[in-house]
C-alpha cells in the first residue's frame, strides 16, 4: 500500500474529500452570511437553524408527505426562505439603522427558539436521511473509493457558490444589489426599491441555509442542534476570509476545510480547533482578514 | 449609535437617597438565607456578579463579548480542580480561579480587540468555542462528566463552609467585593476614559489615549471578575462542568444584562436574579427553558432595548425632568 509522509494514502485521500464536503458547508453558509451581512448590517446568528431547518423540511416531507429528495431540495429552500422574509419584515427591518450588535442578538433569540422547539419536538437524537437512489453507491476512482452522494455535494455546492456569485457579480438585480451595499439612498434615490431588495437578500441568504442543510440531511443525519455548533466555525470562517468578499468567503471555505481534514489525519487532537487557531494567526497577522478591508 | 450609550447618565453621585436604597438592600441580603433555599440565593449572587462583569465590557466600554462562558466556567475548571486534587484551601483556590480567567482575557483580549464590533462578537465566541473544544479533551477537565465532588472545605482552615449560612455569607462577600472593585472602576479615571472610547473611539486616540490599552485592560479586569464568580460557583455547587464553558452560557449573561439594563449598576443584577428564578421555576414544568430564553431576547432587542433598569431610570429622569 502506498504511503505519503507515513500515511497511507486511502485514509489521506479519504480524509482531503471528508474535508472537502465540509469546506462545502462552510463555503455556502458562510457566503449566505457574506451575502446578508453586505447588504443588512447583520450578521445572521439564526443562518445556522436555517440550516437546520432545511434539513428538517427535507425529513418532514419526506416522513409526513412522502416527498423525497428531489422537489425537496426545492420546496425546503422556498418555505425556509418564505420564513426568513417573514421574519425581516417584521422583526429585522426595526432594527436598521441602530448599532449592528442588536441585530446579532435578535437573530441569536430567534436562533434559541427554533432550536429549542425543534429540541422540544424531536428530541436531541440524530434522524437518518437515506439519500436518494440514484445517489447511491460508491464509485471507484483508481485512487480511491467514492460515495457518489458525497461527490455529488462538492459538486453541488460548487454549482450554488459559483451561481450566487454569478448572481451577484453578472446580474442586473446583482448590480442593485452591490450598488445597495455602497450607498443604499443614492441607489433608492434612482428607483429602486431598496427594502424590497433588503427583505430579497435575506429570504436569498436563509434559503442557501436551507438548501446547505438539505444537502447535509444525508451525511450528518437530522438534528435539532446541527447548525449551531456548525455557524460557530462559519463565523470563524468568515473572521478568516473577511466579509467584504464573496469569492473570498467561498475560497476560505474550502481551504479551511481541507485543512481541518488534513489535521485529522496528522494531529487527529487538534482537528476540532485548527480552524480557531487558524482564525487567531489571521487576527495576529492581517487583522482585517484575508480578503478583507479595514473599515 | 453603539449600544452602550442608550443609558446615557452618569452614574448618580452617592445621594442620601441610595445610600437608605443600599442599606435596605444590604439587610434583605444579610437576612435572606432565613427565609429562602440558601442555594437558590447563591446561584443569583453568583450569576449577578457574572453579569456585572460581563456589563464592565459592554456597558461602559461598548464591547459585546460573546465568550464570556469561557471565563467563567475556565475559572470554576480551575478552583475546582486545585480544591479538589491539590487540596487547596477554597478562598486560594478561587483566586486561582480568577488569576486563570484573567490570563486568559489577556489572551483572548489581545487577539479579540484587534477587531471591532460585529467582528470582536464573532472572535471572543469562536476562541471561547475553542476554549470549550480544549475543555472537552484535556485530561484534568474530565471531558463530559465535569469535575464532581468538589469538597467545600474550611475557610482560611477556620470556618467550615458545609455549613450552608457560612456558604452563604462567603458568597455574599465576595459578590459584594466584586460590585465594589465594579463600582470603583467605572468611576475612577481609567473608567472614564472607556466611558470616552465607548462614546467615540476615533475622539479618544486623537486625545492621545492608547485605545487598545484600556480596552485589553478593561477585558482582562472583566474575564478575572467573571472568573471569581465562576470560582465562587465551583465551590458552591461543588462541581464544575462543560455547561459553563458553553456558548449558550454567553448567551444567557448577554441575556441577564439585556434583560437588566446594559450599562446600569443594578441592571445586571436584577437581570439575573429574573433568569435565575425563571429557570428555577421552569425546572420542574415541561416547557423547554431555550424556547423562553429566546422570546425573552428577541422581545427585549425589539420592545425596550434599555432594560427593566434603563427603562425605569428614563422614566424617572423624563419625569424629574418635566417637573423641574
Redesign the interface.
Known amino acids: 500500500m502506498s504511503t505519503i509522509f507515513g500515511i497511507p494514502a486511502p485514509a489521506l485521500y479519504g480524509q482531503i474529500l471528508i474535508g472537502l464536503i465540509n469546506g462545502s458547508f462552510y463555503a455556502m453558509l458562510s457566503l449566505g452570511l457574506a451575502v446578508i451581512?453586505g447588504l443588512l448590517r447583520v450578521?445572521n446568528f439564526t443562518h445556522g437553524a436555517q440550516y437546520m431547518l432545511g434539513a428538517f423540511a427535507a425529513y418532514l416531507l419526506l416522513t409526513y408527505a412522502g416527498i423525497g429528495y428531489w422537489p425537496a431540495l426545492i420546496l425546503a429552500p422556498l418555505s425556509v426562505g418564505a420564513v426568513a422574509i417573514v421574519i425581516e419584515r417584521f422583526?429585522l427591518r426595526?432594527?436598521y439603522g441602530?448599532?449592528?450588535?442588536?441585530g446579532?442578538?435578535?437573530t441569536?433569540?430567534?436562533?434559541?427558539?427554533?432550536?429549542?422547539?425543534f429540541?422540544?419536538w424531536f428530541g436531541a437524537a440524530g434522524k437518518p436521511y437515506s439519500p436518494p437512489a440514484q445517489l447511491t453507491g460508491a464509485v471507484n476512482l483508481g485512487f480511491m473509493f467514492m460515495p457518489i452522494y458525497r461527490g455529488w455535494v462538492v459538486g453541488a455546492s460548487l454549482f450554488v457558490c459559483l451561481g450566487t456569485w454569478l448572481l451577484i457579480e453578472k446580474t442586473r438585480l446583482g448590480a442593485y444589489l452591490r450598488a445597495a451595499t455602497e450607498n443604499a439612498t443614492l441607489v433608492q434615490a434612482f428607483g429602486v426599491n431598496v427594502p424590497l431588495l433588503l427583505t430579497l437578500t435575506y429570504g436569498l441568504g436563509a434559503a442557501l441555509a436551507a438548501l446547505a442543510g438539505v444537502l447535509a440531511a444525508p451525511i450528518y443525519q437530522v438534528s435539532p442542534l446541527m447548525g449551531?455548533n456548525l455557524i460557530?466555525?462559519v463565523?470563524?470562517v468568515?473572521?478568516v476570509g473577511g466579509m467584504g468578499s464573496i469569492l473570498g468567503a467561498i475560497v476560505t471555505g474550502y481551504v479551511l476545510g481541507v485543512l481541518e481534514g488534513l489535521t485529522k489525519v496528522f494531529y487527529p487532537?487538534a482537528s476540532?480547533?485548527v480552524i480557531?487557531?487558524i482564525?487567531?494567526i489571521v487576527?495576529?497577522v492581517r487583522?482585517?482578514g484575508l480578503f478583507g478591508q479595514e473599515? | 449609535m453603539a449600544v452602550g450609550t442608550q443609558y446615557l447618565a452618569e452614574q448618580p453621585k452617592l445621594r442620601s437617597s441610595s445610600l437608605v436604597l443600599g442599606a435596605v438592600a444590604l439587610a434583605a441580603l444579610l437576612a435572606a438565607p432565613f427565609f429562602f433555599y440558601p442555594v437558590f440565593l447563591m446561584s443569583i449572587l453568583c450569576f449577578a456578579l457574572f453579569a456585572c462583569a460581563f456589563n464592565l465590557l459592554i456597558g461602559y466600554v461598548g464591547l459585546l463579548s460573546f465568550g464570556h462562558a469561557a471565563f467563567f466556567g475556565g475559572a470554576a475548571y480551575f478552583t475546582a480542580h486545585a480544591v479538589k486534587v491539590w487540596g487547596w484551601e477554597p478562598l486560594s483556590g478561587i483566586l486561582l480561579g480568577v488569576a486563570g480567567a484573567a490570563a486568559m482575557g489577556l489572551l483572548i483580549g489581545f487577539l479579540a480587540i484587534r477587531r471591532q464590533g460585529i467582528y470582536f462578537a464573532m472572535i471572543t465566541l469562536a476562541l471561547s468555542q475553542m476554549f470549550a473544544f480544549i475543555c472537552l479533551q484535556a485530561p484534568f477537565t474530565h471531558g463530559e462528566d465535569g469535575i464532581q465532588g468538589v469538597p467545600r472545605g474550611h475557610l482560611l482552615g477556620l470556618i467550615d463552609l458545609n455549613q450552608p449560612n457560612a456558604m452563604y455569607y462567603l458568597t455574599l462577600a465576595i459578590f459584594l467585593f466584586g460590585l465594589f472593585a465594579i463600582w470603583r472602576i467605572v468611576n475612577s479615571p481609567f473608567g472614564n476614559i472607556l466611558k470616552a472610547i465607548r462614546e467615540n473611539e476615533k475622539r479618544a486616540i486623537s486625545l492621545g489615549y492608547r485605545v487598545d490599552r484600556y480596552k485589553l485592560g478593561a477585558f482582562v479586569m472583566s474575564a478575572a471578575l467573571a472568573g471569581l464568580a465562576g470560582g465562587t460557583k465551583a465551590i458552591v455547587f461543588q462541581f464544575a462542568t462543560l455547561t459553563d464553558v458553553q456558548w449558550q452560557m454567553s448567551g444567557e449573561v448577554i441575556l441577564m444584562t439585556l434583560l437588566g439594563g446594559i450599562g446600569t449598576m443594578i441592571g445586571p443584577i436584577v437581570g439575573a436574579g429574573l433568569v435565575i428564578a425563571l429557570q428555577n421555576y421552569l425546572a420542574s414544568s415541561q416547557f423547554p427553558v431555550t424556547v423562553l430564553i429566546g422570546i425573552i431576547f428577541v422581545i427585549c432587542v425589539l420592545l425596550f432595548r434599555r432594560g427593566i433598569v434603563g427603562e425605569i431610570l428614563e422614566l424617572m429622569k423624563r419625569k424629574s425632568k418635566a417637573t423641574a
Open positions: 451581512f450578521i422583526m426595526r432594527l441602530l448599532d449592528p450588535l442588536y446579532l442578538l435578535l441569536f433569540g430567534l436562533a434559541l427558539i427554533l432550536e429549542g422547539a429540541r422540544y449551531s460557530i466555525i463565523f470563524a468568515v473572521v487532537e476540532s480547533i480557531f487557531v482564525m487567531a487576527l495576529l487583522p482585517a473599515e
